[in-house]
């Protein structure tokens, strides 16, 4: 098939083969090196035998892949000069379509060794290659090469090459070497007038060597920038260019170029000396919005494990009336501009970069409507042609909007109370949108510590929140790493800068006085009393010495919550809205600023941020228990036993679309129970770890781990289907395909068809399943991450991961192309089957209506037809007389006759069954990863059992098909319908 030679040709690039393929047929002796490949046939007892040259000690290692479509399964013997068996031990590739294996061998002495490749069973063509550490006999090979300038690829002439300090050659007119070198490594040697020296090592056996080589010239120029001035807004910094020749090489052109950031204008963009000219605040704020509505970090910077973002950016800041939540990241990203110096020489092109930092009078903001007085608080209105925002303050204010007739105003708050902002478009003078933003000041909430030094929390807080008058989220909040971070940093640290105080405190941000820990009494005191990076029992002596401050330390309520003292807290005012957000913006405002603590622009890259799906979905209370925090948490308690109620049962939905968001943070982790730690070795909390609750998908997994959170959604969702419930089944239920996320079926070997169930793979059993590949094993982007640490928040897992529990020599892309071959196989059968069955009911006399979208009356006027799931079902999707149709679900198609029946009705049960296999594997993603020997087994299966249908020997071909004129004669076997190119 085309897809093995695919695999083929992909194989040999990846390991980077240079040999050259033998083509050899039964019974016959080729001669081989290491590090060489061949073909060959077998058929019936005949064999094919390899002799190559090795020495002892060498670990050889043979793999063979019999050709897609043949029935070969190989087997391989090594042996010596004198024909003795010298063992081995042979790895079969059991997840894979045809005869796979990989036999490893250690060579027991110098010599000459034949491997002999025959057939267990079966017969056909093969492809082979042998690996490994050994060398070749002493004979002598040519090193030639090419010897170029690194800068413009020019030829050196008269260049030097050594080998081993020995001279060797020198280059010609056309920068070409060669000599002669007996087996060995040596070390090569290439010198030029002008040029740094460059070694190579090169290893020679028994075949010529090509070794180009570039020479990097001496460094003719350097170039460094460096900037003075005050970069603020409208302000003029100077940008300048150090540049450093060497003696008679002349610079002929300098170019700066603004390669990043807000527009900025240029004076002297020629010269060594540039003015620049920042861009004013609105400037600034229209960068700001862009980068928080675009992906953190572009597709230069993601590793290939993480998808580019296809079209419009669905993590970033959304078409919604709201506070703009801004990060760290997103801060320092809006207000970072880069230039470029371009300096040409005649001896070439020399370049740096130079940054300029401006600091935006927007804080970290948490999006919430429950704000600190004395900082600006920006705005984000709707889509709309235009822009007339009001302001209405509190008693005692006066604060003013600014930028009014635009989609992001701000304003500032001043005295605590509420700001109600009203928006409408000018020109249309429609209905004002209401936002409502109440400002206030910090309290704090730590008095005291326990013996087992967590904090001791105020009285006049638990008071209420007891689990009676309002829910207790202290008593867990004071076992977790939040609750002490800044005591244990103070406790142990030894790099702590005020500046962390903005997230490891409570209302820290010297830039307002809104009773953060910035504001205490005894604030500057505790800063002068030498505790910071001085190891010891300090935190205890901060609440003893300095209790104002100490009452405001460690991430605590008002810092996800906002300020307590507003109007916003309490009876009097409105209940959860303004202080209570499950959007990930509140936990980004620290886990955004990267390189330690990102794990929001991590998960910004995730599918587990797409707003597009969250609120296409948010009404349904049904699909918004998985696509959807807001149905996850409303479901949660019942799937945790908390309340009673079927697990099955859908939500009640309460929240609007502009109110709903993704799977955000706050649906896998409980924030009040968050855990102690992160990082490397986390101790973090997970809403269900361990054993799930019973699944959708019919069953449930036990001793997953953490992996649990993610199986509760990530499964079939369908109950359970496989060989003892179907027959049960409706016929439009037969034709049901699983939901996609099926990966829970696939790893606990769930829900399939002809095949044995309920005997989890492998990965099942790693401790923390999903977790331990996609977020532990896998590390996160390297710009989002302090030395690719933490946990990776993209969720994406890196192929390359497989080594570290299996061999080397076990590569991902072997299980996956084999199984893509398999479902490659198995969508032809399942598609042929549908033409079979279409053309079988047009014979009895039918027509085949294709909900009432098109009318099929010969099967010869389908030109291309697709096989998948639309909306819950089983669908094929058709192209008839040169118009796509688009798909059809299965119960959708009707078979018209003398009656109308559904064409699950008349369809065999094989042919849904392998239709079903089909979806699970395509709908997995992991093309095997998950569960390979289950993946592949339910494909063969299946493959099987339509080959047996398509052949005529289908037990359960419906005799009570549809009769129109015919007189009813079920036609015999027939020759399959698909044309070749017919297939998508």
């Known amino acids: 098939m085309q897809r093995s030679r695919r695999w083929s040709i992909a194989t040999l690039l990846a390991i980077g083969l240079i040999a050259v393929v033998s083509s050899v047929s039964a019974q016959s002796m080729i001669d081989l090196e290491v590090d060489g490949e061949f073909t060959g046939t077998i058929a019936g007892a005949g064999s094919v035998q390899a002799r190559f040259f090795a020495t002892q000690g060498a670990a050889l290692r043979l793999d063979v892949r019999a050709d897609s479509g043949t029935t070969l399964q190989p087997m391989v013997v090594f042996r010596d000069g004198v024909g003795a068996d010298i063992g081995g031990s042979t790895q079969n590739l059991r997840w894979l379509p045809f005869g796979n294996l990989i036999h490893y061998v250690t060579v027991p002495a110098d010599g000459f060794y034949t491997a002999r490749i025959s057939a267990v069973s079966g017969d056909g063509d093969f492809w082979a290659h042998l690996t490994g550490n050994s060398t070749a006999p002493a004979v002598t090979a040519t090193l030639f090469g090419t010897v170029t300038d690194a800068s413009n690829a ?31 490594t040596y070390d090569m040697t290439f010198q030029a007038m002008g040029y740094d020296d460059r070694i190579e090592s090169v290893t020679m056996a028994d075949m010529d060597v090509e070794l180009n080589v570039s020479l990097t010239p001496v460094v003719a120029a ?18 300048m260019a150090t540049i450093a020749t060497e003696p008679g090489v002349t610079v002929t052109s300098i170019q700066w170029t603004q390669t990043f950031g807000t527009p900025v204008m240029i004076a002297g963009a020629t010269t060594d000396t540039a003015t620049v000219t920042l861009g004013n605040v609105a400037d600034y704020k229209d960068e700001l919005i862009h980068v928080l509505s675009e992906p953190p970090i572009g597709p230069e910077d993601l590793p290939p494990n993480v998808p580019v973002p296809e079209g419009e950016f669905p993590g970033g800041l959304q078409d919604r009336l709201q506070v703009v939540a801004a990060s760290h990241f997103a801060l320092e990203k809006a207000g970072l501009v880069v230039l470029e110096v371009e300096v040409t020489t005649d001896a070439g092109v020399f370049t740096d970069e130079v940054e300029i930092h401006t600091d935006l009078p927007w804080p970290v903001a948490t999006g919430l409507r429950n704000v600190p007085i004395g900082l600006p608080v920006l705005l984000h209105g709707v889509e709309q042609g235009s822009y007339l925002w009001s302001l209405s303050e509190p008693a005692g204010s006066l604060a003013t909007l600014t930028d009014e007739t635009t989609q992001t105003p701000y304003f500032t708050p001043d005295v605590s109370g509420l700001y109600r902002l009203e928006v409408m478009d000018p020109v249309t003078f429609g209905v004002a949108a209401t936002l409502e933003v109440y400002a206030g000041t910090y309290r704090g909430v730590i008095v005291g510590q326990r013996t087992d030094g967590t904090p001791i929390s105020d009285t006049a807080c638990t008071f209420c929140h007891n689990d009676g ?39 820290h941000n010297t830039a307002a006085d809104s009773g953060g820990m910035d504001d205490a009494s005894d604030y500057q005191d505790f800063l002068d009393a030498g505790l910071l990076n001085n190891p010891g029992d300090n935190w205890t002596t901060m609440l003893a010495q300095f209790p104002e401050a100490a009452r405001l330390s460690n991430v605590q309520c008002e810092s996800c919550h906002g300020p307590q003292n507003t109007n916003a807290h309490g009876f009097a005012g409105p209940l959860g809205d303004p202080r209570i957000s499950l959007s990930a913006d509140v936990c980004g405002s620290c886990h955004g600023e990267p390189a330690r603590h990102a794990r929001f622009p991590q998960w910004q890259l995730s599918g587990h941020a797409n707003y597009e799906l969250a609120i296409d979905e948010a009404g349904s209370g049904n699909c918004s228990r998985c696509h959807t925090a807001n149905g996850f948490l409303a479901w949660l308690p019942v799937l945790t036993g908390e309340v009673p109620g079927d697990p099955l049962d859908n939500v009640n939905v309460t929240w609007t679309e502009d109110e709903s968001h993704p799977q955000t943070c706050v649906t896998c982790h409980d924030p009040h129970d968050a855990g102690t730690s992160s990082g490397n070795n986390p101790d973090v909390n997970i809403r269900i770890s361990g054993d799930t609750p019973p699944l959708i998908a019919g069953f449930q997994a036990n001793d997953v781990g953490r992996g649990a959170v993610c199986m509760t959604c990530h499964n079939s969702r369908r109950g359970l289907r496989n060989d003892s419930t179907f027959d049960a089944l409706s016929a439009s239920e037969k034709a049901r395909a699983p939901h996609g996320g099926v990966q829970t079926d696939v790893l606990m070997g769930e829900n399939a068809f002809f095949v044995e169930v309920g005997a989890p793979g492998g990965h099942a059993t790693t401790g923390d399943t999903c977790v331990d590949c996609h977020m532990k094993s896998t590390p996160p982007p390297e710009l989002l991450s302090y030395n690719s640490n933490g946990a990776n928040h993209t969720f994406y897992a890196e192929l390359t991961i497989c080594s570290d529990c299996h061999s080397p020599f076990l590569l991902a892309a072997d299980i996956q192309d084999g199984v893509e071959q398999l479902l490659g196989q198995l969508e032809e059968y399942v598609l042929a089957g549908h033409l079979d069955l279409l053309d079988e009911q047009i014979a009895l006399g039918n027509t085949i209506d294709f909900n009432g979208d098109v009318t099929v009356t010969d099967v010869a006027d389908i030109d291309e037809i697709v096989f998948g799931s639309f909306r819950g079902r089983q669908a094929i999707g058709v192209t008839v007389s040169g118009v796509d149709y688009g798909f059809f679900r299965l119960p959708d198609i009707d078979v018209v006759g003398a009656t109308t029946v559904t064409l699950p009705e008349v369809a065999d049960d094989v042919l849904l069954k392998a239709g079903w296999n089909w979806n699970l594997i395509n709908y997995d993603g992991s093309m095997g990863i998950h569960n390979p020997f289950y993946s592949s087994e339910l494909l063969i299966a299946a493959r099987d059992e339509m080959i047996a249908l398509l052949s005529g020997g289908g037990a359960r071909r419906r005799a009570d098909s549809v009769t129109g004129d015919s007189d009813g004669t079920r036609p015999g076997p027939r020759q399959r319908l698909l044309r070749p190119g017919s297939l998508r």
């Open 222 to 239: 350097s170039v460094s920038t460096e900037t003075t001035g005050d970069p603020v807004f409208g302000g003029m910094v100077t940008a």
């Open 154 to 184: 020019g030829l050196i002439n008269g260049a030097t090459v050594l080998v081993d300090g020995a001279a060797f050659d020198t280059t010609d007119a056309n920068g070409d070497y060669s000599g002669l070198l007996t087996p060995g």
């Open 469 to 507: 008058l309002a829910p207790d989220k202290f008593t867990p909040w004071e076992q977790t790493g939040h609750s002490q971070i800044l005591g244990d940093y103070l406790d142990t640290g030894t790099h702590n800068r005020t500046s962390c105080f903005d997230c490891h405190a409570t209302g």
